[in-house]
């Protein structure tokens, strides 16, 4: 019995140092991207949010051994995400040895996003429903304070709300600094929690951040988080053919982002401003292209870029093309695709990720992969 209160009292306070760690990290993150969107490039110090995050890991990797359970919840979970993350190494890897690459930034890549899956996981197995709940509390509660310090002056100016245009995607609170982690907890308190306030709070804030995929479905965020609708399952054909679907658009985007046919498509639409059109996407995509870039695996065309002009890529459907061609997107969708299962609302999350996935850049982002598995695993754990 003494034995076991002194694991309780050890893994109670592992959890509260996690806590502590977790939301530094976060906070690192968070002004690190501030100032890089400024500069182009980040502070010495922004390494701590790594650091920090990796000992985050090892907390809850101790609490969960020193727990020593017999049975893992959403193990076939992290199985499905761990094939898929293999796999992708596997590909990079031949890319690798055929055209050459840094295979020290491609196992930096896929620690971003693995991190998340393992992280999410232990934490699913060692926090109660509540904890959890809690942990993602204080994780949004401190993005909004950092976020009402940074646009303070700007907020309180009515003049400024006139300005909002959708249209030319400008907003004086826009903030892609921010907008990743609100969109991700208003994801999470809508559809794994029934917390009203928060629901509403994220979509609150998730609207000012203004990131129009994010603006757009936020509607029906916000229906859900109304009601306990949407556990129902979706055919399997359909999650078929969005698994196929969202293979072969990468592969018609990179043909669609050539200077021929963007320029016609522009003219047709009647937009003179074929880089104002895409936020200056095609500009990225064409400065690799003429770099005489070549596949070579995973982030390496992000890598490439970043190389160039300090600029990441944006468009993560395309750079995995680019990459890894129909093989890399085929194994992102599939992967993916398997994770979220036939649950309407996981359907729906993993369709807005995708959207994402085709419009800009999340899967460097562990602390947005982290609210999808969590949300993912808890809407699961709901519909059972």
């Known amino acids: 019995m003494e034995k076991s209160t002194g694991i ?88 690798l040895a055929i055209n050459g690459g840094s295979i020290t930034y491609l196992l930096k890549s896929v ?17 109660s429903r509540e904890e959890i709940n809690q942990l993602v509390k204080w994780f949004f509660l401190l993005v909004m304070i950092l976020y009402l310090f940074e646009y303070y002056p700007v907020l309180i100016v009515a003049d400024n709300y006139m300005q909002i245009n959708f249209f030319n995607s400008y907003s004086p609170f826009e903030s892609s600094a921010f907008s990743a982690y609100f969109y991700g ?16 709070l994220s979509i609150a804030f998730n609207l000012l951040s203004f990131k129009r995929v994010n603006v757009i479905f936020s509607i029906i965020f916000f229906v859900i988080s109304l009601s306990r609708w949407g556990y129902f399952r979706v055919k399997k054909w359909i999650l078929y053919l969005l698994i196929v679907l969202f293979t072969i658009i990468p592969a018609v985007e990179y043909q669609l982002m050539t200077p021929s046919v963007i320029e016609k498509i522009a003219s047709y639409l009647g937009f003179t401003d074929v880089h104002g059109l895409l936020m200056g996407r095609d500009r990225y995509f064409f ?22 002009s300090g600029h990441g890529m944006e468009m993560d459907g395309l750079s995995t093309y680019m990459e890894m061609g129909i093989l890399g997107t085929s194994i992102f969708s599939f992967g993916f695709w398997k994770f979220s299962g036939s649950v ?11 959207v994402n996935y085709l419009t800009s850049s999340q899967l460097g982002d562990t602390y947005s992969l982290l609210l999808l598995f969590l949300t993912v695993c808890l809407v699961k754990e709901d519909s059972v």
């Not at 309407?344 to 995708?354: E, L, Q, S, T, W």
């Open 344 to 354: 309407f609302r996981n359907i729906f999350v993993m369709f807005v990720f995708f």
């Open 8 to 95: 309780s009292h050890v893994s109670a306070t592992l959890k509260n140092m996690n806590l502590f760690f977790l939301i530094t990290s976060v906070a690192i993150k968070v002004q690190a991207d501030n100032i890089y969107n400024h500069t182009l490039t980040y502070p010495w110090w922004s390494i701590g949010r790594h650091v920090l995050f990796g000992a985050s890991l090892i907390l809850v990797a101790i609490v969960f051994f020193l727990e020593q359970r017999k049975s893992f919840c959403f193990l076939r979970e992290l199985k499905q995400l761990t094939v898929m993350i293999a796999l992708i190494m596997l590909v990079s890897v031949g890319f």
């Open 111 to 127: 620690y971003f996003i693995y991190s998340a899956f393992l992280y999410g996981f232990l934490l699913l197995n060692i926090y």
């Open 185 to 200: 907890c208003m994801m999470f308190f809508t559809l794994a929690t029934t917390n009203k306030k928060l629901s509403l």
């Open 287 to 308: 400065e690799v292209i003429n770099s005489n870039y070549r596949a070579a695996g995973f982030s390496s065309a992000t890598n490439r870029l970043q190389q160039l």
